[in-house]
């Protein structure tokens, strides 16, 4: 964000990869994948790709982090070494560490705790592809694992990001319009409940901006819930014949 | 047990200290505290105190801005500031404060960081903000960004002789272009209130971090808290936020 | 909504017109949502979400697996295949009175060992209790016992029992099915049972299961 670019990310009123301003990449959703965990999902948002597993409600050790009348969530994104341009050093950093908070943040309203006191759900995210975007596609793909995995939910969560590139709003935001755009904005809600569980923003954009972007998110939010409910009753519709 | 004192006065109106939900405590701004820092800070925010330290040290720039300066934000949440706070590395609340504050200060623009270079492509200078907790009572957040600001408005730039720093002495202020100022909204059910204290942080369902510039643009948000915010009253917050920011801005000096 | 619709969490299941509540279900106001992936039981006195997925959670009355994990002064940590050991207090193991000074308690139940047994209480914190006393609870002596899916196990039991009853018939084996996704099997041929559980829990999704299952035990 706010690298300084004589790049043009709007060409002809259409953006760089062909795509108009709200509009989506392609997105592809897979249920299963990694059959040792409890669910897991494989979403793609264009050239970003992530994968996400999950396992419980299992037991908690150690036994001190129990609480005693509701469940934790945990979870950890973390992107491959080979999934950027530049090789990143495996591991986690402070990017990680905060984004595994707030995806934790994101995906703990539809939860039901309640069900599993003194247990854990722990969901992991693999970014195996980064072409921006990165963190909600892995919370779509985190939804997907949950609710396979038969995680009590109240709903699932749906995410994406939306941004300012060359003075234009844009919906879900490849790389280079992430890296040389003007605000970046990642979003996720609970689209039937009309709850926004992940908001945050990095840009400078006023208030009329950024409330027009967030009904952009808003809508494209949307269309992923018709997809992951599809992917969803799909998988399991084939499972009862 | 004064979380459930505090969550039956906010459903009644009122606050444990008496304050309006859109109020602050009381602020008080020291300047110049730690005289060894390029700039300093203290900022007391009713028993929440913070003190943010700049240091500054020569670097490479990155590769993609080889004409600009860089900025690092950090925040240390010492055992000393709250029973809560444990010994090594920063856990991921700290590291998300500073992380949020960063972004406040470099999405806004707030340093000309083009007047930060030394050396196009090989030597600029890099900007370290530490973020100190001294006492946690609440309202870490926007007490940390609210000292980052003021002890980067009143930090100098070093002389520098043949590749030395000469410390104690300066050849110019650093040159801050804007003030941004952060304002954290907490909900709680259908009420809304500002600057909470740590006894109503720990009831709140969600928090909204908003960094707002001099020229009213918002250039960092950040959603906390374990529940979801209803979209309808994403608006009202930044409201909320960008009122009070004209406030807390008249304080940084 | 059509018997065999699935139905995903957040998903709209209708009014609840009075009607008692079963599992896998939560209110908002008067409207019913599923909590999970799964197949939904709606008649004009009940509703309910059978999950097609998940680990085991532990209910009332249901019948389970269970493999005593340690044994304490007065009764038995059975480990119940999920996140909660379950107790099994010694007046629910054992009848009649037993004198914990003079008596050693794993001549009934010994640490490995297997029983059927049933969810007999389950506390809001997930304090859960197991007890014998059931038509169907015993220590099942010998045997292997199997993990699945637990959303599998009706699948394996099949229509009114046809299923399990065909893999007992063709291969002579004793069979028991846990709730909690345990199959309990023993015998001269249950290699084969076991072949053909693992198939049942694969291949669920297909169609002729059943004639697959059959000719696979016949051969």
Same mark, same amino acid.
């Given at each position: 964000?706010?690298?300084?670019?004589?790049?043009?990310?709007?060409?002809?009123?259409?953006?760089?990869?062909?795509?108009?301003?709200?509009?989506?990449?392609?997105?592809?959703?897979?249920?299963?994948?990694?059959?040792?965990?409890?669910?897991?999902?494989?979403?793609?948002?264009?050239?970003?790709?992530?994968?996400?597993?999950?396992?419980?409600?299992?037991?908690?050790?150690?036994?001190?982090?129990?609480?005693?009348?509701?469940?934790?969530?945990?979870?950890?994104?973390?992107?491959?070494?080979?999934?950027?341009?530049?090789?990143?050093?495996?591991?986690?950093?402070?990017?990680?560490?905060?984004?595994?908070?707030?995806?934790?943040?994101?995906?703990?309203?539809?939860?039901?705790?309640?069900?599993?006191?003194?247990?854990?759900?722990?969901?992991?995210?693999?970014?195996?592809?980064?072409?921006?975007?990165?963190?909600?596609?892995?919370?779509?793909?985190?939804?997907?694992?949950?609710?396979?995995?038969?995680?009590?939910?109240?709903?699932?969560?749906?995410?994406?990001?939306?941004?300012?590139?060359?003075?234009?709003?844009?919906?879900?935001?490849?790389?280079?319009?992430?890296?040389?755009?003007?605000?970046?904005?990642?979003?996720?809600?609970?689209?039937?409940?009309?709850?926004?569980?992940?908001?945050?923003?990095?840009?400078?954009?006023?208030?009329?901006?950024?409330?027009?972007?967030?009904?952009?998110?808003?809508?494209?939010?949307?269309?992923?819930?018709?997809?992951?409910?599809?992917?969803?009753?799909?998988?399991?519709?084939?499972?009862?014949? | 047990?004064?979380?459930?004192?505090?969550?039956?006065?906010?459903?009644?109106?009122?606050?444990?200290?008496?304050?309006?939900?859109?109020?602050?405590?009381?602020?008080?701004?020291?300047?110049?505290?730690?005289?060894?820092?390029?700039?300093?800070?203290?900022?007391?925010?009713?028993?929440?105190?913070?003190?943010?330290?700049?240091?500054?040290?020569?670097?490479?720039?990155?590769?993609?801005?080889?004409?600009?300066?860089?900025?690092?934000?950090?925040?240390?949440?010492?055992?000393?500031?709250?029973?809560?706070?444990?010994?090594?590395?920063?856990?991921?609340?700290?590291?998300?404060?500073?992380?949020?504050?960063?972004?406040?200060?470099?999405?806004?623009?707030?340093?000309?960081?083009?007047?930060?270079?030394?050396?196009?492509?090989?030597?600029?200078?890099?900007?370290?903000?530490?973020?100190?907790?001294?006492?946690?009572?609440?309202?870490?957040?926007?007490? &940390?960004? $609210?000292?980052?600001?003021?002890?980067?408005? #009143?930090?100098? !730039?070093? =002389? *520098? %002789?043949?590749?030395? +720093?000469?410390?104690?002495?300066?050849? &110019?202020? $650093?040159?801050?272009?804007?003030?941004?100022? #952060?304002?954290? !909204?907490? =909900? *709680? %059910?259908?009420?809304? +209130?500002?600057?909470?204290?740590?006894?109503?942080?720990?009831?709140?369902?969600?928090?909204?971090?908003?960094?707002?510039?001099?020229?009213?643009?918002?250039?960092?948000?950040?959603?906390?808290?374990?529940?979801?915010?209803?979209?309808?009253?994403?608006?009202?917050?930044?409201?909320?936020?960008?009122?009070?920011?004209?406030?807390?801005?008249?304080?940084?000096? | 909504?059509?018997?065999?619709?699935?139905?995903?969490?957040?998903?709209?299941?209708?009014?609840?017109?009075?009607?008692?509540?079963?599992?896998?279900?939560?209110?908002?106001?008067?409207?019913?949502?599923?909590?999970?992936?799964?197949?939904?039981?709606?008649?004009?006195?009940?509703?309910?979400?059978?999950?097609?997925?998940?680990?085991?959670?532990?209910?009332?009355?249901?019948?389970?697996?269970?493999?005593?994990?340690?044994?304490?002064?007065?009764?038995?940590?059975?480990?119940?295949?999920?996140?909660?050991?379950?107790?099994?207090?010694?007046?629910?193991?054992?009848?009649?009175?037993?004198?914990?000074?003079?008596?050693?308690?794993?001549?009934?139940?010994?640490?490995?060992?297997?029983?059927?047994?049933?969810?007999?209480?389950?506390?809001?914190?997930?304090?859960?209790?197991?007890?014998?006393?059931?038509?169907?609870?015993?220590?099942?002596?010998?045997?292997?016992?199997?993990?699945?899916?637990?959303?599998?196990?009706?699948?394996?039991?099949?229509?009114?029992?046809?299923?399990?009853?065909?893999?007992?018939?063709?291969?002579?084996?004793?069979?028991?099915?846990?709730?909690?996704?345990?199959?309990?099997?023993?015998?001269?041929?249950?290699?084969?049972?076991?072949?053909?559980?693992?198939?049942?829990?694969?291949?669920?999704?297909?169609?002729?299961?059943?004639?697959?299952?059959?000719?696979?035990?016949?051969?």
């Amino acid at each position: 964000m706010g690298h300084k670019s004589d790049k043009k990310l709007i060409v002809n009123g259409k953006r760089a990869d062909g795509r108009e301003l709200d509009q989506m990449r392609p997105i592809e959703m897979q249920i299963g994948l990694v059959n040792r965990a409890n669910g897991s999902a494989l979403v793609k948002f264009g050239d970003t790709h992530a994968i996400a597993a999950a396992y419980g409600p299992r037991e908690l050790m150690p036994r001190h982090k129990q609480e005693a009348d509701r469940g934790i969530i945990r979870t950890r994104y973390n992107m491959a070494p080979f999934s950027v341009d530049d090789r990143k050093a495996p591991g986690s950093d402070r990017r990680s560490t905060e984004l595994s908070k707030v995806i934790r943040l994101a995906l703990h309203p539809v939860v039901f705790v309640q069900d599993f006191p003194k247990a854990t759900v722990d969901v992991y995210i693999e970014i195996l592809q980064a072409d921006g975007s990165t963190r909600v596609t892995g919370i779509n793909a985190a939804s997907l694992a949950m609710a396979a995995a038969g995680v009590p939910m109240t709903d699932l969560v749906t995410a994406c990001s939306a941004g300012k590139i060359d003075g234009k709003l844009v919906s879900d935001l490849n790389g280079i319009e992430d890296n040389f755009g003007e605000a970046d904005l990642g979003y996720a809600m609970i689209p039937s409940k009309n709850m926004v569980t992940l908001l945050q923003m990095d840009g400078a954009l006023t208030k009329e901006e950024l409330v027009t972007l967030l009904n952009m998110a808003k809508e494209s939010c949307k269309k992923i819930y018709e997809m992951e409910m599809k992917v969803l009753k799909e998988k399991y519709e084939k499972a009862l014949e | 047990m004064r979380e459930r004192y505090a969550y039956e006065l906010i459903q009644k109106g009122m606050r444990i200290d008496e304050r309006k939900f859109d109020e602050f405590r009381k602020i008080k701004i020291r300047t110049d505290v730690s005289n060894k820092a390029e700039g300093s800070a203290h900022v007391t925010l009713g028993e929440t105190q913070v003190i943010a330290g700049v240091k500054l040290k020569t670097g490479e720039p990155y590769p993609d801005t080889p004409n600009e300066g860089t900025l690092i934000v950090n925040a240390e949440f010492t055992p000393l500031a709250s029973p809560d706070f444990e010994s090594g590395p920063p856990g991921e609340d700290a590291v998300e404060l500073a992380r949020v504050v960063d972004r406040g200060l470099r999405e806004s623009h707030c340093l000309d960081l083009e007047k930060l270079c030394i050396t196009p492509k090989e030597k600029v200078w890099t900007v370290f903000v530490d973020l100190h907790m001294i006492n946690h009572q609440g309202n870490l957040l926007d007490a &940390s960004a $609210l000292a980052a600001i003021t002890a980067l408005h #009143n930090s100098q !730039v070093p =002389k *520098i %002789e043949e590749d030395t +720093i000469i410390r104690g002495e300066y050849v &110019s202020k $650093l040159p801050v272009v804007f003030t941004p100022v #952060n304002v954290t !909204v907490g =909900k *709680i %059910e259908d009420k809304f +209130i500002l600057d909470p204290l740590i006894e109503e942080e720990n009831i709140l369902d969600s928090k909204l971090s908003v960094s707002v510039r001099d020229d009213d643009k918002i250039c960092a948000l950040q959603k906390m808290g374990e529940q979801g915010i209803n979209f309808d009253d994403l608006e009202k917050m930044f409201d909320m936020a960008i009122k009070k920011s004209k406030e807390l801005r008249k304080l940084v000096k | 909504m059509t018997e065999n619709s699935v139905v995903v969490p957040g998903e709209l299941l209708g009014d609840r017109k009075g009607r008692k509540l079963g599992q896998g279900l939560y209110l908002d106001g008067e409207n019913v949502f599923s909590k999970f992936v799964g197949v939904p039981r709606i008649n004009d006195v009940e509703m309910s979400v059978v999950p097609l997925a998940g680990v085991y959670l532990p209910y009332f009355g249901d019948r389970v697996i269970g493999v005593i994990e340690s044994v304490e002064v007065s009764g038995w940590v059975v480990d119940i295949n999920c996140p909660y050991s379950a107790f099994l207090p010694l007046s629910e193991g054992v009848e009649g009175f037993v004198d914990t000074q003079r008596t050693d308690l794993t001549k009934f139940f010994d640490i490995d060992d297997v029983i059927m047994c049933v969810i007999s209480r389950v506390t809001k914190n997930k304090t859960v209790q197991v007890s014998m006393d059931d038509q169907t609870a015993r220590k099942l002596v010998g045997g292997v016992a199997l993990k699945v899916t637990p959303s599998k196990i009706p699948r394996i039991i099949g229509k009114a029992g046809s299923m399990i009853m065909m893999i007992k018939e063709k291969t002579k084996c004793d069979i028991v099915t846990g709730q909690n996704g345990l199959v309990w099997i023993r015998g001269e041929n249950k290699a084969k049972a076991i072949e053909a559980i693992v198939m049942i829990e694969k291949e669920s999704h297909l169609s002729g299961l059943t004639e697959k299952i059959e000719k696979m035990l016949g051969e």
